[in-house]
């Protein structure tokens, strides 16, 4: 039988937040405002900082998995009760849990200290990390991979194993990357001091080393690493959480990691908010309507899914606000008893969500946070019964139902 949908929750309330706050507050579905609390989180590299399903690896496959990770919540006096403790990610390099506020410097971190033992990789990532134009970082590789070219097709002619530093192109594409200076003196160039015809002093160039001549299949080999390379992102923590039936399912207090406005952003907020009459007393054109819809959609970064079951049991987990409902379709499949059955997950109204169509959560209104319905494929189960088998009563996977929590 499917479950009728519960009403998903408005908007956040940004016009009533507190001067000086900037935090926002989110309205729960009785209309009760709750003010988003600041997280003090302590984290610590201790094992007893994060608690994980007992044999959570079983289900996903490995301890680094998206959906693994649990996050200690803080237990502050006086505090509401967050519906998740904010928004964490895993290292790629390191594997350590990162808060939202650490995670880019946490990454550069750990990029530098790869140098030690890898400078060629390390100059390779920091070349697609550390700088965001990534239009300005392929023609700056491209650039590099057109010197490596050269010579490799031309070895014995010295003018291509020379770069000249002052050199206009080299300027505008490539020392302006930073990592570009340690690629090339991680590959074997060297920077000399060479002179120049018809010019008093000398200029600095790169100069292939010898060594690094002789070993052509090497740099051919950094040329690909370099064109391949992609930036090092950590990986969202899905923070699966399962509760046991409640009244509260709809209810999202959530922390401001969910929001994506600064204190000033929240300023304007309010003040467009106050406009609101007015606005919508105006005759609008499309144009004017959609654009108002992508300034709603890129207000938040993440959201927070709940999914209830035919047993009343939510599941519950973190996803970036731009992800496809595909990856909420795999988030409940790799939970399921019976993973092979088709299932159907529904919004608002009963409204089904394709795991087909290539829609993201927040062009589906699914942003902050949204409750949805899980529906087994009821001609599926028919077939099922009529060929006198019966499916599991458990719906989730034991490990999962082992650490079911009371939501509050």
Same mark, same amino acid.
């Given at each position: ?162 770069? !000249? ?224 088998? !019966? ?5 989730? !996977? ?11």
């Amino acid at each position: 039988m499917r479950h009728r949908w519960q009403q998903q929750q408005p908007w956040p309330d940004l016009s009533r937040s507190s001067p000086g706050l900037g935090a926002p507050r989110h309205r729960t579905s009785s209309g009760t405002r709750v003010t988003c609390t600041v997280l003090g989180l302590q984290w610590g590299e201790a094992s007893g900082v994060r608690k994980e399903l007992p044999a959570e690896a079983s289900v996903s496959g490995s301890s680094q998995a998206s959906g693994t990770n649990m996050i200690a919540e803080p237990k502050e006096e006086g505090s509401t009760h967050l519906a998740a403790p904010g928004v964490y990610f895993t290292c790629p390099l390191t594997g350590a849990i990162l808060r939202k506020d650490q995670r880019d410097t946490r990454i550069k971190e750990a990029i530098l200290s790869h140098f030690s033992t890898d400078p060629v990789a390390a100059s390779i990532m920091k070349i697609h990390t550390f700088n965001k134009d990534r239009d300005r970082v392929k023609l700056g590789v491209d650039t590099i991979a057109k010197y490596l070219d050269n010579i490799h097709l031309h070895p014995e002619e010295e003018k291509y194993r020379k770069i !000249k530093l002052q050199n206009k192109v080299f300027q505008e594409r490539i020392n302006c990357l930073e990592g570009a200076h340690e690629f090339f003196e991680a590959i074997g160039f060297q920077k000399t001091l060479l002179p120049v015809p018809d010019q008093e002093g000398p200029e600095e160039f790169y100069v292939l080393s010898e060594a690094a001549l002789a070993k052509p299949e090497s740099l051919e080999r950094h040329k690909e690493q370099l064109l391949c390379g992609e930036p090092v992102r950590a990986t969202l923590i899905r923070q699966r959480r399962v509760f046991r039936p409640s009244p509260m399912a709809s209810q999202f207090d959530l922390p401001p990691d969910f929001f994506n406005l600064t204190t000033e952003e929240a300023k304007r907020e309010q003040k467009l908010r106050s406009e609101a009459v007015e606005r919508l007393s105006m005759l609008r054109t499309k144009a004017m309507r959609e654009k108002e819809e992508q300034r709603e959609m890129r207000k938040y970064t993440y959201t927070l899914l709940r999914v209830r079951l035919p047993d009343g049991c939510l599941l519950q987990g973190t996803f970036y606000a731009r992800e496809r409902v595909a990856a909420l379709y795999s988030f409940v499949r790799e939970a399921l008893q019976n993973d092979w059955l088709p299932f159907e997950l529904l919004a608002s109204c009963g409204q089904k969500l394709s795991e087909d169509e290539n829609l993201a959560f927040n062009e589906c209104g699914l942003v902050p946070s949204a409750l949805l319905t899980f529906s087994w494929d009821m001609a599926v189960l028919e077939d099922i019964k009529a060929a006198g088998a !019966k499916p599991d009563s458990s719906i989730l !996977k034991p490990e999962l139902l082992l650490a079911i929590e009371k939501l509050s």
